[in-house]
């Protein structure tokens, strides 16, 4: 019987081992597929996320007024040069006039020169364009030389003034060694080793990046064709190198806020590099296996004798424990003294009951003081994240969070919301005169007093510096909310007492109101409200000036 189990026990662990061989190298191919599969999204997100940045770029640059009303080539120009040294991805930045000449751009490059052959300049006229991956050769000459030739994409938009007429075209050539970077950033030197590429792929298959013997060359494989069904996942597959790959991907450009390009993105792995450590980890396997099995024979025949009545034992009371758990009690485990070893291990075994018995209890206890201690840590950091150290208002990340929830409110109960964009007027010389600590109260002040003047539904958020938003929720028409600013603003004209003797300040106010009918864009929303405060401050500040947009939809 004992050499009967000893045999049984050898082909068990066989069997056992040869299973855990098997799922493992099966573990191990769906690992290497999700490893590239979520290699091939966050270049997808990378790429979308610079691209969303420029466009915004584009629109942010359009809308302003320096640019917009702007006449002398250096002042656009340096407005260009700053954001160009924001992100050293953008190559080239300009300003096409509607006569296609270029009036002002980064470093002057191109200043003077007709631009009206190029693509973005002519759909940039009528709307916000991006244009594919393309070299410059002109660009390219005047720009500083690289290991990597220079290509690029186009970011293209007009810009038209207060009534709408066109000023010109702005325009971004953003570097393609952005895209180069990443690639570089994303595959770590681990992860090249073993042979991980990326490949960005356009829909005629042109290859934009990927290995030089592939660049700028056109492919068509089966990983492709599923990303340009929208797909993502990862497949194993031969490419017309004769190889087999693994190949995660993914397809960029599905977000339909923006005019955004759609490429293909592929990571592949030879199939024989991706499952290198399965197949040596199989090898030790099954090396192991036979001599473990071959060991646990010969253990079992010679101590199969000795010790299988006093583990009788010991397993039979751990049995009635293990269906008995509440009645756990070293008491539970007799003392078995046949052999030392036995002895020892019984005495071990009351010792691990009584112990286990104090953890859980102790266990338990700590857990319930945790789960309390990070509810309300949790809570005090929601506070913390959401609110404004200086005047305890909401701050920029709540109004995000505010802002669509009052639109949407109002929108379905067929009212108004508006929005007032603040900004005080002469903050800079109380601060520059009283110093920063007066100048802090004053703020202190200031956002006491706007949240004392407005209802208890509306809200009132401190954006940044001495730059203010009020949210009127439900309003009925816009001249009450009209109504509702110039009250606040005569609040804000009284003198704020402050240490060294009051102040006056006042402040202007922009007006935008969101119709129940319209498309709820926030952002939009506070971008019209910060331009109707500039034009208060344009007009002579310490007004109320609403949003151009707003006073033609509801002029008869």
């Not at 129940?516 to 002579?540: F, V």
Request: with cysteine; aromatic share 4%; glycine share 6%.
């Amino acid at each position: 019987m004992v050499s009967f189990a000893c045999v049984i026990v050898a082909v068990t662990t066989l069997l056992q081992l040869g299973l855990i061989d098997h799922f493992a190298i099966a573990h191990a191919s769906q690992e290497a597929e999700l490893r590239l599969q979520q290699l091939s999204l966050q270049m997808r997100d990378a790429l979308d996320r610079t691209l969303d940045q420029a466009t915004h770029d584009v629109q942010l640059l359009s809308a302003l007024p320096d640019l917009r009303e702007a006449n002398s080539p250096d002042t656009a120009r340096h407005i260009l040069e700053n954001l160009q040294r924001a992100d050293p991805d953008y190559a080239w930045i300009g300003i096409a006039k509607p006569d296609g000449k270029v009036m002002a751009a980064t470093g002057g490059m191109l200043e003077n020169r007709d631009v009206t052959m190029r693509p973005w300049f002519h759909t940039g006229q009528q709307k916000l364009v991006t244009e594919d991956y393309h070299p410059a050769i002109l660009l390219g000459n005047l720009l500083p030389r690289s290991e990597d030739p220079w290509r690029f994409v186009d970011i293209a938009g007009p810009i038209r003034d207060s009534q709408g007429n066109l000023r010109g075209v702005l325009a971004i050539h953003l570097s393609w060694q952005w895209a180069r970077t990443l690639a570089r950033e994303l595959l770590t030197p681990v992860i090249r080793e073993f042979g991980a590429e990326i490949l960005i792929v356009r829909s005629d298959g042109f290859v934009l990046l990927g290995p030089s013997h592939l660049v700028e060359q056109r492919i068509t494989t089966d990983s492709l064709k599923l990303a340009w069904q929208g797909k993502s996942g990862a497949i194993e597959e031969r490419w017309p190198d004769g190889q087999m790959y693994l190949t995660g991907f993914s397809l960029t450009g599905r977000n339909l806020d923006r005019p955004g390009l759609q490429w293909a993105v592929l990571v592949r792995q030879t199939e024989s590099k991706a499952m290198a450590s399965a197949h040596a980890f199989e090898h030790r396997m099954l090396w192991l296996s036979g001599s473990l099995a071959a060991v646990l024979a010969i253990g079992a025949a010679m101590l199969a004798r000795r010790i299988v009545k006093p583990l009788n034992v010991l397993s039979g009371a751990i049995e009635d424990l293990a269906q008995a758990p509440a009645s756990a009690a070293p008491a539970v485990i007799p003392e078995v003294g046949s052999f030392h070893e036995a002895h020892v291990l019984s005495e071990a075994l009351r010792h691990l009951v009584d112990s286990e018995r104090r953890h859980r209890d102790a266990l338990e206890r700590m857990n319930a003081e945790l789960e309390e201690t990070v509810a309300a840590r949790t809570a005090e950091l929601h506070q913390l994240v959401m609110r404004d150290a200086l005047t305890g208002l909401p701050n920029r990340r709540a109004l995000m969070q505010l802002l669509p929830e009052a639109m949407a409110r109002a929108a379905r109960l067929g009212r108004l919301c508006a929005v007032l964009f603040l900004d005080m007027d002469g903050f800079k010389l109380v601060n520059d005169t009283r110093g920063h600590e007066q100048g802090d109260e004053l703020l202190r002040q200031f956002a006491t007093r706007i949240r004392d003047s407005i209802r208890e539904t509306d809200t009132a958020v401190r954006l940044a510096g001495d730059e203010f938003v009020v949210i009127l929720d439900m309003v009925n028409e816009r001249s009450d909310a009209e109504h509702k600013a110039r009250l606040l603003l005569s609040q804000l004209t009284r003198p704020f007492p402050l240490h060294g003797g009051s102040v006056t300040v006042g402040a202007s106010i922009g007006l935008a109101v969101q119709l129940p009918h319209q498309r709820q864009d926030p952002t939009g929303l506070l971008a019209r409200a910060d331009q109707a405060m500039y034009d208060a401050k344009r007009k002579g500040k310490g007004r109320v000036s609403v949003a151009a947009i707003d006073l033609e939809n509801s002029a008869p």
